[in-house]
């Protein structure tokens, strides 16, 4: 049997969630097990182990006088308080097990209708066939319809004096608050670091297995809170009897921070195409979005803590910076669904870039180029104009056709897509314009990727269109993938960043 079955809590007192585990123990004390019962929190949190506990611990004889008193009415017994369940008993093994039949456990996405819920009332009205009491624990239970909530409220109104419910979910908010109010709530947080070590150590312990805390740390930070998770990897360390967490490298290895830190950095230095470059290889490396998101902002408030001498360390940006960054990135949403991985935080740190360029001033490489016959100049391009023609009712879109910079024309250009396609517009920018005329703009690309959704019909044709109306030219375009590209950007310092981001905090 798999590790994170066979060490599954099988005592309130075994709860590892320090705060789960008390509020159960004060109702234990106080002798009152509510009949609802809302359990909420992530997975893997003990949430299942603490209903089967709460199960197996009804139905124990040492407790069959209170339940009597509590759920029947029956004459009072002298001590008015739950014991813990006799873990060794078999009533109690089903229950662990899942095989009970009074501890029935039910997946509410898979019972979500209203039918389903009916199907349960009739089912609720048959009392125990061990036992003296019926617990049903739902799953899952935020996945209900809205019909399917409505049909559970009136049963949690006026439940059948042998039933006990508990419901489970990782998503309390959708919880209709009908239904919350007709609970008791338990929140099941994360686990803590010290919660899980202590897990992972009892299980080293039962297995016999030597360990260092420096590996238990490791694990732990892997399992983001969750105990099943961090079992499961301690399980996939342990070879003949001995922890050995290079058999699980690759697992627990993480690349984020090495691509956080080159990520921030490309920001700091205002290079766009460095930014484009990582996003690239998180991409495609299949980087897991939500765990780079967690890592990311748990760079930058580490970061601010050791500014501010709260933890040690020394810190890789100023208080400011930190600040920034935490502030724009929270006010992303990053769990929306988009066709390409990372495009919102790619979108957003583009977009402080340059706003970056234009609230500091442009200060020279730090290794300024020498003169050379090689350097190129800016093309200018002369457009012939037609005398005595008159201008279309809608000139005023149109830019003056002479004596323009080619690099003015490609940035009007791509301005037109700020409000009609943002998507395009970002793909553009990414670009670098190599030359320009009446007929061709031949244009740098440094990701695949960028080419080839440039190259797609319909974009080709929105530039062609925005050529005309815009620039009054039939213009063609040719992408050109560049393999190694050397950007000179522009060198600021802290203390110009941090400008930008008092213009952007205020």
Known sequence: MAWY????????????ISSVRESLERMMAAGKIPQSLLFAGPKGT???SASRILGAMLNDPANADLVDYLFFKKVAPKKLAFVEPNEESEFAKRVYDGHSFVVQELDAASNRRIDDIRLLRERINLPPSDGKMMVYILDEVHMLTNEAFNA???ILEEPPAHVVFILATTELHKIPATIVSRCSLINFRKASGKELKEALERVLKAEKIKFADEDLEKISLRADGSFRDGVK?????CKDGKLDLESIKDLLASDN??????LLEAVVQKDEQELLKIF???RDNNCNQRDFYKDLFEFLHKDLLMNLGVIDGVAHYSIKIDQFFLKEVLSLDLNQDTPIPFLVLELKLLDIIERSKKNTPNLPPKNPPTNSGSEK??????LKTKENKKEPADSKKKIQKTD?????????????FSADNFSLLTLLKSCKLDTISEELARIFVYYPFHKEQLEQIKNKELLNKAAREVLGLDMQFDFVLQNETVVASNQIQDSELMLAAKDSLL
Do not use: C, F
């Open 46 to 48: 003990g949430k299942t």
């Open 5 to 16: 079955r066979s060490y599954r809590p099988k005592k309130i007192q075994d709860l590892n």
């Open 233 to 237: 990897i301690l399980e996939m360390a």
């Open 404 to 416: 323009l910079v080619g690099q003015d024309l490609w940035q009007k250009l791509i301005e037109t």
């Open 152 to 154: 559970l409220l009136k």
């Open 280 to 282: 690239g290889e998180l």
């Open 257 to 262: 921070e090495s691509h956080i830190k080159n």
């Open 377 to 382: 100049k800016t093309e200018k391009i002369e």
